[in-house]
């Protein structure tokens, strides 16, 4: 299983980008990079997922470099309530795939 | 309207008690899972099913039993042999588990199990 090495917090403002890199060294050729929003009390919701290069979406963007052993998300312009838990997962398949502790994100107005 | 539905919301029982925390999804998927979350963790896999009538062992599958007798309804008991059961507990489907290609996991509201 791939392990993935997040920042444990990050603190932000209203209106700024903010960027979340995750570190996963010994990714598999096989293996998507996926990214999870957590709200208090409820479950994850998926946000991205990419393989390489850069993937966009209405959400947020992902940043894959060509060696793929990191990746960062971006969130342009975030509000109070992007304050949330961001999780990085890579692996193949789900069953594959590890929820670690997150990043703490908290968007100050 | 589609998604997956976890009951109760909040459960406390007492010590050395079995309990069964519920799980039902019509999304047809095939894939159920079962995460255990404590406060300030991250998540951590306790069973998941890829298909009806089988299903694999987590990471933290001691003291947890589970069925899938249904493709909707993914049932997990937190029995008297877990140490400590107290915590939040996610269950999740996907299209599949199987394939190469990841699937999106969607979650249910989850249940807050005190054990006191």
């Known amino acids: 299983l791939a392990k993935t090495t997040q920042p444990i917090s990050m603190d932000s403002y209203e209106g700024q980008e903010v960027n979340i890199t995750c570190s996963h060294n010994?990714?598999?050729?096989?293996?998507?990079i996926t990214w999870y929003q957590q709200f208090p009390s409820q479950g994850p919701r998926f946000i991205i997922q990419?393989?390489?290069t850069k993937v966009t979406n209405e959400v947020a963007s992902l940043f894959i470099p060509a060696d793929r052993k990191s990746s960062t998300l971006s969130l342009p312009r975030v509000s109070l309530s992007d304050t949330a838990v961001y999780y990085c997962?890579?692996?193949?398949?789900?069953?594959?795939?590890?929820f670690g502790a997150g990043t703490r994100l908290t968007v100050k107005p | 309207d589609g998604g997956i539905t976890q009951s109760p919301k909040y459960l406390f029982r007492k010590e050395g008690q079995n309990v069964t925390l519920s799980c039902e999804q019509n999304?047809?998927?095939?894939?159920m899972y079962w995460y255990r979350q404590d406060p300030g963790q991250g998540l951590r896999l306790i069973y998941y099913?890829?298909?009806?009538?089988?299903?694999q062992k987590g990471d933290i599958a001691e003291g947890y039993s589970v069925s899938r007798e249904k493709k909707e309804s993914f049932p997990l008991t937190v029995t008297s042999a877990q140490k400590n059961p107290t915590a939040f507990y996610l269950c999740?489907?996907?299209?599949?588990?199987?394939?190469?290609?990841?699937?999106?996991?969607?979650f249910g509201p989850g249940t807050r199990l005190t054990v006191l």
């Open positions: 999740a489907s996907s299209i599949e588990g199987t394939s190469a290609i990841y699937n999106e996991q969607f």
């Open positions: 010994n990714i598999a050729t096989n293996d998507y």
């Open positions: 990419g393989y390489k």
């Open positions: 997962l890579v692996g193949g398949r789900n069953n594959d795939m590890r």
């Open positions: 999304l047809n998927h095939d894939a």
């Open positions: 099913s890829q298909i009806v009538n089988d299903f």
